[in-house]
């Protein structure tokens, strides 16, 4: 259930409100933008909603009472219509914020790699870097990440560059680790159903950027995004990295029109990843321009100075010079269209982890 407030509701309004809902033991979530103040309920009863609706009414402080049939509450724009805003060191991501371009290896391989790589993707355009240091790999012969020599890697790039960085993070038992040095957790699509590896990210209180399972629903990636943010985590973001079809011909299909269905549906921010969801470099430009105009609010794509000697992804991986290029078309097409790209000028950035040590 959603109680939507008269315009210039009180502190004091909102508090009455909330605590109508909690002596009933039911949960409420407060959001209050601009405009309106929102006050979703969770986990009142069907059988009591009539009622609890006509109390709310006679109070005169209340606008609307929507019931939100959908399993997801939080994520919802019923419950939020503002857009949500992420805010990363220097870099803010959703709404009318900047397109923002995450860039780097698929894993951290050594120090001459990232670093390389980092200073290339920012020189091109990129906001933020990304870099695995937990691989999942599909194979367990295949090579599974530096872990905290590249965590370490990863800090230092951001040291260097101002970047804030971005890992997977695969397991609960490395969040304590991987959130000292990380600015964003990436849940992985082979974890999007992990819910306790959701839960316990949420709880660091780091931003989550959210991949869609290869073979989830949008309706189960949002009640994966749910379980972020019941958890008391509002810094969520998406990502379209494509699912697993009957097609062949590309490692992944991406879902374009899960762009548009999630803006319809979500106030989170969505970003596509034209390089799983394709698993070849050729074809990244056009899904990564295709996403842009599909109304993405950002993209990750993994660069590799040796596209050819990666040791994970490179087929799909570009290198500096591709990369480059792409980042000039994203600019041009982000002017067209109004949106400005968002660029890291500074290298003194103090994000959260730096605080942290
Ligand atoms: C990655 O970003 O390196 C990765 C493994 O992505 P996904 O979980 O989408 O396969
Ligand atoms: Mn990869």
């Known amino acids: 259930m959603v109680i939507v407030l008269k315009d210039g509701a009180s502190d004091a309004d909102v508090a009455s409100i909330t605590s109508m809902v909690t002596e009933n ?200 995004a749910e379980y972020l943010m019941a958890a008391g985590n509002a810094n969520v973001i998406l990502c379209e990295r494509g699912i697993r079809t009957f097609e062949t011909s590309t490692r992944n299909t991406l879902d374009l029109s899960a762009i548009p269905v999630v803006k319809e549906i979500s106030h989170l921010p969505i970003y596509a990843d034209p390089s799983h969801g394709t698993g070849k470099a050729s074809l990244v430009r056009p899904m990564a321009l295709a996403a842009l105009v599909a109304g993405a609010d950002g993209l990750q794509i993994e660069v590799h100075p040796h596209p050819e000697k990666a040791l994970s992804d490179g087929q799909q991986s570009l290198n500096f010079k591709r990369f480059g290029e792409l980042m000039r078309e994203i600019a041009d097409l982000c002017a067209y269209l109004g949106r400005p790209l968002a660029r890291v000028t500074t290298n003194a950035v103090a994000t959260a982890a730096d605080g942290r040590g």
């Open 25 to 224: 033991g039911w949960r409420v979530n407060v959001s209050r933008g601009e405009e309106k103040t929102i006050v979703g309920v969770i986990g009142i009863p069907p059988q009591e909603k009539a009622t609890f609706k006509d109390h709310l009414l006679a109070l005169g402080l209340v606008q609307d009472v929507v019931y939100v049939s959908s399993p997801y509450k939080l994520v919802s724009r019923h419950f939020k219509p503002e857009p949500t805003v992420v805010q990363v060191g220097p870099v803010r991501t959703g709404g009318g914020a900047p397109f923002v371009v995450m860039a780097g290896p698929c894993a951290v391989e050594s120090k001459a790699q990232l670093l390389e790589t980092a200073h290339a993707v920012k020189e091109a355009g990129a906001a933020v870097l990304r870099g695995g240091a937990y691989k999942p790999r599909t194979s367990p012969y295949s090579f599974q990440g530096l872990r905290e020599e590249g965590l370490q890697l990863l800090a230092e790039a951001r040291t260097q560059t101002g970047l804030p960085v971005i890992t997977e993070v695969t397991e609960t038992k490395y969040l304590p680790l991987v959130s000292q040095y990380a600015d964003i957790l990436q849940i992985g699509t082979r974890n999007m159903a992990s819910f306790d590896l959701l839960k316990d990210s949420a709880a660091t209180g780091r931003p989550v950027f959210l991949k869609r399972g290869m073979a989830a629903t949008i309706e189960e990636f949002m009640l994966s």
